[in-house]
């Protein structure tokens, strides 16, 4: 019987495609990622679930949609004092390196967890080193948990979790298989940690880049509504300020750059240390993020939730995606659609374990197959949500669909023509001609989250947020004061 591969998988936190200079970027360093792309299989149209980090990797470790899972946004640390000890979000579901233990693997967490309380390792995690809080508001001098054990860092937290995945596979049995996820908390894109010059190696590097990568827009109105909504919520005293300011803050842009650099760092050391160890060839290594992040396209900066309503544009929601397994799969790129819930199937197919059956109703499809051959046997098209927003992209169309029953007036959809519009910028939605193409698309999103969407979490039809909400008065317009968060005590 063949020993089951290694799977090594690095996360990034807020980080679009196009960030890498294997995905085109010029003005970015990342040399170590853009040679293993060159080594591997790229996927150049893959896409997350949700523009929001806890859902993102709740749906990575699971195979459902937020729809299922019942986490629609960032899991709130401010809201601390209302979970339960120990909270785990996904404590009613089967997750990979549950799964995977069960099947004789090593499993490790070394990195952002945000999937609930992080104090002691949760979801089939065995080794666990880990941050306290899910959001980042300084690389530097950071407090860590390390198998319960509180430790201390001076430097930035991306050498500290890099330094932290090589001592794990030193120390790690040659027999043994591991799955070792290694999520960094860069670049991350949000002051307090990016404001100013970088503190990083690499700053020096991006001091004289013109940042033309950048889009230079007009702010978009929908993020103008967003921070005037945001604004009135907290009730003064909040700078929500940074979403608009930022995509023509040069020294935060080069900041962000840098951290991108970090990671690069980070991700080049990792890998060195599997060749070192003799393992890289045996080793299934995966590099991908949470989701995407908008860098001034459509003059909105940062995750889908930084307008109101929230977009789907490709900014936000495309991510990095790049396979390689020695000579078992081919060195390729590919423009197939790939959901980033396909990772679960297909980790577990990979791994010599069936990938269905173990959370019932999955959307999900393995791409196992097509890693070797190239060829996919999947629908070329993928959905994604965020709250009041549900969209399909297909290789011709991206269309939002907006929820209908609040606020009032009720938040249009829209439809973009990808072939002739690939930046997304003339909304075809009112246009008679395209009346049953914008018909065809609703019936597919509908029967889509018809088919996926778990009653007790579904907010289209009245069900609850695991944790938070990032609006929860719009569900409450829609269901009545007595619609609740988990957590939020709204």
């Not at 948990?145 to 979790?161: A, K, L, P, Q, W």
Request: aromatic share 12%.
């Amino acid at each position: 019987m063949n020993k089951r591969p290694n799977i090594l998988m690095f996360m990034t936190d807020n980080q679009p495609a196009e960030l890498l200079g294997c995905y085109g970027n010029s003005e970015i360093s990342t040399p170590h990622i853009d040679a293993f792309a060159g080594d591997a299989f790229q996927f150049d149209n893959a896409f997350c679930v949700n523009g929001m980090c806890s859902p993102c990797r709740a749906s990575v470790m699971t195979g459902l949609m937020p729809s299922q899972h019942g986490i629609h946004t960032w899991i709130d640390d401010r809201l601390r004092d209302r979970w339960p000890e120990n909270w785990n979000a996904l404590d009613e579901f089967r997750t990979l390196p549950t799964i995977l233990a069960d099947h004789g693997y090593r499993t490790a967490l070394i990195g952002k967890y945000h999937m609930g309380a992080p104090e002691t390792p949760q979801n089939g995690f065995q080794h666990w080193v880990t941050s306290p809080h899910g959001h980042v508001t300084d690389f530097w001098n950071g407090t860590y948990i390390e198998n319960g054990e509180t430790r201390h860092y001076d430097g930035h937290s991306v050498d500290y979790f890099t330094d932290k995945t090589i001592e794990y596979l030193e120390a790690i049995k040659p027999d043994d298989p591991f799955f070792a996820f290694v999520p960094y908390n860069a670049p991350y894109g949000h002051w307090p940690a990016l404001k100013g010059r970088a503190k990083n190696r690499f700053r020096d590097f991006y001091d004289d880049v013109d940042m033309h990568s950048i889009p230079r827009e007009g702010i978009h109105e929908n993020a103008i509504a967003r921070f005037l909504r945001k604004a009135s919520d907290s009730g003064g005293g909040i700078d929500h300020m940074s979403e608009l300011l930022i995509p023509n803050d040069l020294e935060t842009l080069r900041n962000y750059y840098s951290e991108m650099s970090m990671v690069d760092d980070g991700v080049g050391r990792v890998l060195a240390a599997l060749k070192r160890l003799n393992i890289y060839e045996d080793t299934l290594i995966i590099y991908t993020t949470d989701h995407g992040f908008s860098l001034g396209h459509h003059g909105i900066w940062g995750h889908s939730q930084a307008t109101l309503p929230s977009n789907a544009h490709r900014a936000t929601f495309s991510i990095p995606l790049i396979f390689r397994h020695g000579d078992r799969m081919l060195t390729t790129k590919t423009p197939t659609l790939v959901s980033q819930i396909d990772l679960f199937p297909t980790l577990l197919e990979l791994a010599g374990i069936a990938p269905d059956g173990h959370n019932a109703n999955s959307a999900a499809k393995s791409f196992a197959k097509a890693l070797r051959t190239g060829e996919f046997d999947k629908e070329d098209a993928v959905f994604m949500e965020q709250e009041e927003t549900r969209a399909i992209r297909t290789p011709k169309w991206l269309y939002k669909r907006r929820f209908q029953l609040a606020p009032a007036p009720p938040y249009p959809d829209e439809l973009y023509d990808l072939s002739n519009d690939p930046h997304e910028k003339v909304n075809l939605v009112a246009a008679p001609e395209y009346a049953k193409i914008a018909d065809e698309l609703v019936q597919r999103i509908d029967r889509f989250f018809g088919n996926y969407a778990e009653p007790k979490y579904d907010l289209w039809q009245g069900g609850m947020a695991q944790s938070n909400s990032d609006k929860p008065w719009l569900w409450k317009q829609a269901w009545g004061e007595d619609w609740h968060a988990s957590f939020q005590g709204d």
